[in-house]
């Protein structure tokens, strides 16, 4: 199975940026479609981003787009979101997650295979 590790979380003003970043092992990066979920509190798992394998095409969800982008690099077998314009609303454990051999936008959380341990994010005053 595939070990996918989240860092880059932390503390951040409202408006402020974070980029997180999930570390791939253990199979070929570039043959999995990667995507970013994030829950709160008392609420389920949320998809936030997707990006296929190669990371030519990109699908972010309504409540982030035009602020949050998501990146990959296979050479490094790291998949980025950048977080821009951060609001209270974006405070959540962010977690990676990856696709086997699919390329189009997944938004289900059941549909990923591999999963990270999550990495907080903290957007307050």
């Known amino acids: 199975q595939v070990q996918l590790v989240e860092s880059g979380g932390g503390l951040v003003q409202p408006g402020g940026s974070l980029r997180l970043s999930c570390a791939a092992s253990?199979?070929?990066?570039?043959?999995?479609?990667m995507g970013w979920f994030r829950q709160a509190p008392g609420k389920e798992r949320e998809f936030v981003a997707h990006?296929?394998?190669?990371?030519?095409?990109?699908y972010v969800a309504d409540s982030v787009k035009g602020r949050f982008t998501i990146s990959r690099d296979n050479a490094k077998n790291t998949v980025y979101l950048q977080m821009n314009s951060l609001k209270p609303e974006d405070t959540a454990v962010y977690y990676c997650?990856?696709?086997?051999?699919?390329?189009?936008?997944?938004?289900?959380?059941?549909?990923?295979?591999?999963w990270g341990q999550g990495t907080q994010v903290t957007v307050s005053s």
């Open positions: 997650a990856g696709r086997r051999y699919y390329s189009d936008p997944e938004m289900r959380v059941e549909k990923y295979d591999y």
């Open positions: 990006i296929s394998l190669s990371g030519s095409r990109t």
């Open positions: 253990g199979r070929t990066f570039s043959s999995y479609a």
